[in-house]
């Protein structure tokens, strides 16, 4: 099977990776470097254009969310009837609506987001987590991709695309939240500290890899985000009002 990848970030790379083993990939990187053709060769895949990378019957844009609906606008010109176009959003609703309002309705969509990054997932894809959100696309090809991910040793959450932004808003953008305000306060290891200190400099190191583009898209993009943070701010407030009455 070939496989189309749209974009070479951190999480790109990773998963070219892994679907290198089991597929001919092709890679398109709109911004490529000098050694990027070289970086994707080396992964087991092929560099190529935005055209050839869209033919292939499942293709995959790993793009800023923010720039999610330009890149689906570029691809569908080459997108052929019975593709799977299966984003990897961190949020959900955004990116199925933009698919299910730009995409023919003969291209398939899947709507993914995989719970596990560069830094999580270096070693082996066994024991992350994955969320799946069934768009459209038939019932063959779904089961399939399902027994790909299971048989990967990935644990598949099926789920709607509200369900998973409200949930996600209280884990990952919360930690997010955290952890980059551990970050702007100047959070450092210590010689002096404790366990509990040391898990929470694991929030930090979670999130300092990652673009500050993700943090704000990821907020911006997720309807819970903004009373998810009011809820955050409004308990931290009175578990501080508490401190000095």
Same mark, same amino acid.
């Not at 949930?167 to 997010?176: F, G």
């Given at each position: 099977?070939?496989?189309?990848?749209?974009?070479?970030? #951190?999480?790109?790379?990773? *998963?070219?990776?892994?679907? !290198?083993?089991?597929?001919? /990939?092709?890679?398109? &990187?709109?911004?490529?470097?000098?050694?990027?053709? $070289?970086?994707?060769?080396?992964?087991? !895949?092929?560099?190529?254009? =935005?055209?050839? !990378?869209?033919?292939?019957? +499942?293709?995959?844009?790993?793009?800023?969310?923010?720039?999610?609906?330009?890149?689906?606008?570029?691809?569908?010109?080459?997108?052929?009837?019975?593709? +799977?176009?299966?984003?990897?959003?961190?949020?959900?609703?955004?990116?199925?609506?933009?698919?299910?309002?730009?995409?023919?309705?003969?291209?398939?969509?899947?709507?993914?987001?995989?719970?596990?990054?560069?830094?999580?997932?270096? $070693?082996?894809?066994?024991?992350?987590?994955? /969320?799946?959100? #069934?768009?459209?696309?038939?019932?063959? +090809?779904?089961?399939?991709?399902?027994?790909?991910?299971?048989?990967?040793? =990935?644990? /598949?959450?099926?789920?709607?695309?509200?369900?998973?932004?409200?949930?996600?808003?209280?884990? =990952?953008? =919360?930690?997010?939240? *955290?952890?980059?305000?551990?970050?702007?306060?100047?959070?450092?290891?210590?010689?002096?500290?404790?366990?509990?200190?040391?898990?929470?400099?694991?929030?930090?190191?979670?999130?300092?890899?990652?673009?500050?583009?993700?943090? /704000?898209?990821?907020?911006?993009?997720?309807?819970?985000? &903004?009373?998810?943070?009011? $809820?955050?701010? &409004?308990?931290?407030?009175?578990?501080?009002?508490?401190?000095? $009455?």
């Amino acid at each position: 099977m070939k496989v189309g990848l749209i974009g070479f970030g #951190r999480l790109g790379k990773l *998963i070219t990776k892994y679907i !290198a083993q089991d597929a001919d /990939v092709i890679v398109y &990187e709109k911004f490529p470097t000098d050694t990027t053709e $070289e970086e994707i060769k080396k992964l087991g !895949a092929k560099a190529g254009t =935005l055209e050839e !990378a869209c033919e292939c019957p +499942l293709v995959i844009p790993f793009v800023p969310i923010s720039e999610f609906e330009n890149t689906l606008n570029e691809m569908k010109p080459f997108l052929k009837a019975g593709t +799977l176009v299966a984003d990897v959003c961190s949020v959900k609703s955004h990116p199925i609506e933009v698919m299910e309002k730009h995409l023919p309705k003969d291209v398939q969509i899947l709507g993914t987001h995989p719970m596990f990054g560069p830094d999580s997932a270096k $070693e082996s894809l066994f024991g992350c987590k994955i /969320v799946v959100c #069934r768009v459209r696309i038939e019932d063959k +090809l779904y089961a399939d991709i399902l027994s790909y991910l299971n048989n990967h040793g =990935l644990k /598949v959450i099926e789920s709607s695309a509200d369900k998973h932004d409200e949930e996600i808003s209280h884990s =990952l953008l =919360l930690t997010h939240f *955290i952890g980059r305000t551990l970050m702007d306060l100047g959070t450092e290891k210590l010689n002096i500290d404790t366990k509990g200190y040391r898990r929470l400099m694991k929030i930090l190191q979670t999130v300092e890899n990652d673009s500050w583009q993700l943090f /704000v898209d990821m907020n911006k993009y997720n309807p819970y985000s &903004e009373s998810t943070r009011k $809820e955050f701010l &409004e308990s931290l407030n009175k578990v501080n009002k508490r401190i000095t $009455e």
